[in-house]
């Protein structure tokens, strides 16, 4: 056989290896989608959260495997109202007689504006929305309406069809530095009726870093990596960031999270 023609076959070979792998890697993770396609960006809201004192943080990202069925109903709750929260109508509620509380209903009050002053104002957000966007991200309907925590001074009661967020009348004080997170997603499928996000992740506080944010695990490859004073890159986030799926499924034309876990 001639040089040239071995290397037509060398090189057929090698075409046909290549064909086989993209095949295999279709077959297994699915059709590569544009992280930058609506379809995506869409889904990845449902977990993001930029406000990381409201609904705990970034609760899918945690050690263990993430789902609906593993996060508490407020949590949900919480998260539904995160994402309309600019969409609520201003109430002003005024003081207590007694004391300096606004009452709502029996036992549920609010602070006054600053913990000081007359007047108590709130969010008014109709139920109805905060369902609607429940169905939309967790692809099931809400049975139990319940009032919840928003932040570390924020608490939203439930009352006849409306949730009212405000200053609650107790509050925590957070104890430590605050986390700084860096996200950025390293690449999207669709695979028959799901979605399937994978990013890299990553917690800093106080210079040390961590593999989730629910956890107090550490990345001590990025930590002695690690310098304030630079930028992180995708470069960075690609060789210490700790990967997560996040699996999403198909819901007539959006999709609502299935599940978030370290890859």
Request: glycine fraction near 4%; aromatic fraction near 12%.
């Amino acid at each position: 056989m001639k040089k040239k023609d071995k290397l037509i076959v060398f090189l057929s070979i090698i075409i046909v290896i290549l064909v086989v792998i993209i095949l295999v890697l279709l077959i297994k993770k699915g059709l590569p989608i544009n992280s930058k396609n609506s379809m995506v960006i869409d889904a990845y809201k449902y977990v993001s959260n930029s406000n990381l004192e409201r609904c705990n943080g970034l609760v899918m990202y945690n050690k263990d495997k993430v789902t609906k069925d593993t996060l508490e109903n407020t949590t949900k709750i919480c998260l539904s109202y995160n994402l309309l929260d600019e969409n609520g109508e201003e109430v002003k509620l005024d003081k207590n007689k007694k004391n300096n509380l606004c009452t709502l209903k029996d036992d549920m009050v609010f602070a006054l504006d600053n913990y000081e002053g007359n007047i108590c104002t709130v969010s008014k957000i109709n139920k109805d929305d905060v369902h609607k966007k429940y169905k939309e991200i967790f692809g099931e309907d809400l049975k139990n309406d319940e009032s919840f925590k928003l932040d570390n001074v924020s608490v939203c009661h439930y009352s006849e069809g409306y949730y009212y967020c405000g200053l609650s009348e107790k509050y925590t004080y957070s104890i430590g530095g605050e986390p700084h997170v860096y996200r950025t997603i390293k690449n999207s499928y669709k695979k028959d009726d799901k979605l399937i996000i994978y990013d890299y992740f990553l917690k800093v506080i106080n210079d040390e870093c961590y593999t989730s944010f629910m956890s107090n695990d550490k990345n001590d490859k990025c930590s002695k990596k690690y310098d304030a004073e630079k930028d992180i890159n995708y470069s960075f986030m690609r060789k210490y960031g700790t990967v997560y799926k996040h699996v999403f499924q198909k819901d007539g034309d959006n999709y609502y999270w299935v599940s978030s876990e370290q890859n």
